[in-house]
């Protein structure tokens, strides 16, 4: 039942990315009173999926990558609902929702995916650093969306080209739901790297610094803990602020990828 919910939840959300598509090639606006009853009947379902494997694996922390995938997704959708909510608007849709259905269509197609086998994936602790530290790169995604938003509707402006303008807010609103999603995400990503340094110290002790997720983690961090610096006391908004906000994610996406070569993240069986 899991499989079959999270499968339902996949073509619920191939209407949002239905809608991005439309909406990238200047396409009709018909979805644009279904795509947010369809995406958010699919979130519920996705949520019920993870529920039931949770109950069926008797922890409720991801098992196997999809399950990872499926968390992930999920949470992408969570962060949608709350920027929804509070602006209105569809447009980070369009470049959240191919994510989102690529992730749960990677989590839905059924094969059997890479086990984990750590033992502290029992821990309910791992789930706690796993959800927190997901929140916070949710939010680094919204905050990159809305900076490749920015750009796209600052150029459509300046040189006068009526495309996405249609469907996306004023340059003030989609500055905001960037710098909003990195302080919404940064305590998160700060008491999720905190929660696996603790979790990460007890079991291997002081050697898990040296490892590369680590240490990329801290940088992450670091650069993070910049950008608010620079949007809180230098002011910075707009280009500026966008290009930061994308040196940001990308320095995430390194810190993600070193789980490939992580000895303390290692839990993938071999």
């Known amino acids: 039942m899991p499989l079959l919910w999270l499968r339902i939840a996949l073509v619920l959300y191939g209407v949002g990315l239905l809608y991005a598509l439309m909406a990238l090639s200047r396409g009709s606006h018909f979805l644009d009173h279904f795509v947010f009853p369809c995406v958010g009947s699919g979130m519920?379902?996705?949520?019920?999926?993870?529920?039931?494997?949770a109950n069926e694996v008797g922890h409720l922390?991801?098992?196997?990558?999809?399950?990872?995938?499926?968390?992930?997704?999920?949470?992408?959708?969570?962060?949608?609902?709350?920027?929804?909510?509070?602006?209105?608007?569809?447009s980070p849709g369009?470049?959240?929702f191919p994510v989102v259905f690529l992730l749960t269509f990677g989590a839905a197609i059924g094969k059997q995916p890479p086990q984990f086998a750590s033992p502290l994936l029992r821990n309910g602790w791992i789930f706690v650093h796993i959800?927190?530290?997901?929140?916070?790169y949710a939010a680094l995604l919204f905050s990159f969306a809305a900076s490749l938003l920015y750009l796209l509707q600052e150029r459509?402006?300046?040189?006068k080209q009526v495309g996405l303008?249609?469907?996306?807010?004023?340059?003030e609103?989609?500055?905001d739901i960037g710098?909003?999603?990195?302080?919404?995400?940064?305590?998160f990503m700060t008491f999720g790297l905190l929660a696996g340094a603790a979790i990460a110290a007890s079991t291997f002790g002081p050697t898990f610094f040296r490892d590369p997720k680590i240490l990329l983690s801290t940088a992450m961090w670091a650069v993070y803990m910049i950008l608010l610096w620079t949007r809180w006391n230098a002011g910075w908004r707009g280009r500026r602020a966008a290009f930061l906000n994308m040196i940001v994610f990308l320095v995430a996406l390194g810190a993600f990828a070193a789980n490939y070569f992580s000895g303390v993240h290692g839990f993938i069986a071999q």
């Open 131 to 136: 959800a927190l530290i997901f929140t916070g």
């Open 44 to 53: 519920v379902l996705q949520l019920v999926s993870i529920v039931e494997t």
């Open 156 to 159: 459509g402006i300046k040189s």
């Open 173 to 175: 609103v989609i500055d």
């Open 165 to 171: 303008l249609t469907k996306l807010p004023a340059l």
């Open 94 to 96: 369009i470049l959240i």
């Open 179 to 187: 710098y909003k999603s990195l302080l919404l995400g940064f305590p």
């Open 61 to 90: 922390s991801p098992t196997t990558v999809h399950d990872v995938e499926s968390l992930l997704a999920l949470i992408l959708m969570f962060f949608f609902m709350a920027i929804y909510a509070r602006y209105r608007t569809l």
